[in-house]
């Protein structure tokens, strides 16, 4: 299977891009889904249908799913709802209250992709294609699996903690088994599904940009916060290029001055991206809808060739030894090192940069090391560990 996400800034071109991937794989044979994960879906509207929450046929290979995460918490995971709503109404907290709390934050990002992955092995998909929420959503979204995990396991040791206190008020809040074994299973699910969605042989991230300033910096921020995750890109669209006529004549001033100004933009994006590959794909004089339009828009970015293969393989996070010390390199374009925030807490290494933060979870022959030095090195972050000596008490 192959899932590929577009990312970007809002309204530069990820539904229409995502929907022509889909339409164009589809034509190629191969079986595809496209899912919205935005709340304000616009995927039915450019495949210039109607969807809905369960994948609707729109070719002979494609299908199409706009999720309501909200509707899927309610389904799926009612017992644990249930049973935080019933504990908070407990307290004296009224229903409404309760219920809207109860919603875990981040569990709908959880259940959006725990459904994907889910229809993408039911339907025994080739190819799922999502179109994304604006950046900032999407990477927290993206962040999730990674935070649910450390959560759960650290609900497993205050579970433990308040059975050997056995403080009757902390009873009170005990999961009863069914939810802790609801708990479990998702655990393991999320936990699979965080190795799918960082296998660089299945998934592969995509950011879209236009040739504009602002546009371009939260590309390049997308680009630092999916590194920082550990999530694979493998090209960047560089979206409504406008044509430059072959002999630099315009009759429309208007056009001229747009045209020079994407110019500068345009170069830039081909320059700073590398060396991920750049597509682009042209302005059209009109808005690209259903499915055969898209898939042309397809055939022309990727002239003829598979938009799903993986097009780009950067180097992942990797430890190398040195004499006694250890180096833990991880890939962070785009950033300065005083941008970057990193504590050493036991075995995990927490790294923020801006509003984002990822919870590293160390290899075991580092937990007991110490973090000596960390600096940014040709685009990574290097942070050396050194052993704590014998003669410093422990
Ligand atoms: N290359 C293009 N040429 C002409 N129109 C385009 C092109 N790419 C996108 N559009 C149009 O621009 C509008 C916004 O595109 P689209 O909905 O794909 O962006 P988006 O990034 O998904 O937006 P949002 O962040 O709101 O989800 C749509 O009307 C779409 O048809
Ligand atoms: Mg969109």
Known sequence: MRLILYLGKGGVGKTTLAAATAARSAQLGKRTLVVSTDLAHSLADALDTTLGSEPKRITSNLWAQEINALDEIRSHWASVQDYVTGVLKKQGINDVAAEEMALIPGMDEIVALLNIHRQAQDGAYDVVVIDAAPTGETVRLLSMPETFLWYANQAKGWRNLAMSAAKPLLKTFLPGVNVLESLQKLNEQVAVLRGVLTDPDTSSYRLVVNPEKMVIKEGLRAETYLALFGYPIDGVLCNRV???S???????ALLREMVAQQRVYYDQIHSTFAPLPV???PYHSREILGADALATLASE???G?????????GSPQELVKRGDTYVLRLPLPHVEMGKVGMVKKGDELIVEIGNFKRDIALPTLLAPMEATVARMVDSALEVTFTPVS???PA
Do not use: K, S
């Open 279 to 281: 597509w682009d794909a």
């Open 301 to 303: 970015i990727w002239d």
């Open 305 to 313: 060739d598979d938009p799903t293969r993986v097009y780009f393989r």
């Open 242 to 244: 406008l044509p430059t």
């Open 390 to 392: 014998a003669e410093q």
């Open 246 to 252: 072959a002999d630099g004549e315009y009759h429309d």
